[in-house]
């Protein structure tokens, strides 16, 4: 469905390298830590898929600790693209 949108993909070329299947319980107190993932290994973009349930995303600059986190609602069966500013330097 993407093909056919009439603007420029963000995901014009990607190629998936690594898939990860995660299960996360709040319940249980699982949570992601802060983190960020390998840039060589991910390459320049990166897409997460948010199938069961809704998450948030807390962005903190990796550069710059004055300026405060974002933190982004991912809704059931979202889908997130991290490219440039947010992929390298949050």
């Known amino acids: 469905r993407m093909?056919?949108?009439?603007?420029?993909?963000?995901?014009a070329g990607f190629e998936a390298n690594e898939a990860n299947a995660?299960?996360?319980?709040?319940?249980?107190?699982?949570?992601?830590?802060?983190?960020c993932d390998d840039r060589q290994l991910s390459g320049d973009t990166l897409v997460?898929?948010?199938?069961?349930?809704?998450?948030?995303?807390t962005y903190a600059?990796?550069?710059?600790?004055?300026?405060?986190?974002?933190?982004v609602r991912l809704p059931r069966r979202s889908l997130q693209i991290q490219t440039e500013d947010v992929r390298f330097n949050h």
């Open 3 to 11: 093909r056919t949108l009439p603007v420029p993909s963000p995901l």
């Open 22 to 35: 995660l299960r996360y319980v709040r319940a249980e107190g699982h949570f992601l830590g802060p983190h």
């Open 48 to 57: 997460n898929l948010s199938l069961a349930g809704e998450a948030t995303m």
């Open 61 to 71: 600059h990796d550069r710059d600790g004055s300026r405060p986190p974002v933190r």
